[in-house]
């Protein structure tokens, strides 16, 4: 038996505590996007039901804990999770490379949304916003790889997910 629903709320939960304890970048008010990684994870690697429901606790999550209007977030993370269903094997079905690339895309298209939905005031400087944006790009990656690692972590531990056999040392 599959050990998914406590999998994913220690991942939802350490993900948040995560995002919300880290500083916001320098000179930007935003964060890195942990619990939108969680969200991308679950998209490329679980069925649709579960990751649309991590998708949604994980924009609520940040939409309370960043100040933002009610499912701003939920709701860019629900068209993201449903958008990526048919891209599953371009993303390499879930693993690494496909988590950080998308985490990657992802970023920076979550903070223009945020930016728009909750009508936040743009920086005085439009270089200002573009840096802002650039600087999420590493951050997505980032986010993407920590969520990986977290994840086929918690998933090891559960027996979710089994250790393939060495191979001349290489798993």
């Not at 880290?22 to 991308?40: D, E, Q, R, Y």
């Not at 939409?63 to 977030?73: F, I, Q, V, Y």
């Not at 997505?140 to 393939?164: P, S």
Request: aromatic residues 8%; positive net charge.
């Amino acid at each position: 038996m599959k050990m998914d629903l406590p999998v994913l709320l220690i991942a939802l939960a350490l993900s948040a505590a995560v995002q919300n304890l880290l500083p916001g970048m320098p000179g930007s008010p935003l964060k890195i996007p942990f619990l939108s990684a969680v969200a991308i994870y679950c998209a490329l690697n679980r069925p649709l039901v579960p990751a649309m429901t991590v998708a949604i606790w994980a924009g609520w999550l940040t939409d309370s804990a960043g100040g933002l209007p009610n499912s701003c977030t939920a709701t860019f993370l629900l068209l993201l999770t449903l958008a990526q269903r048919p891209l599953r094997r371009m993303l390499l079905d879930g693993a690494f490379p496909g988590v950080v690339v998308a985490a990657t895309v992802m970023a920076p298209l979550q903070a223009l949304w945020q930016l728009a939905w909750a009508r936040l005031a743009m920086p005085d400087n439009g270089w200002r916003a573009v840096g802002d944006v650039a600087l999420l790009l590493p951050a997505g990656g980032v986010a993407g790889a920590a969520a990986f690692a977290l994840f086929r972590t918690l998933d090891r531990w559960a027996g979710n997910v089994k250790r393939t056999e060495s191979v001349h040392g290489v798993y």
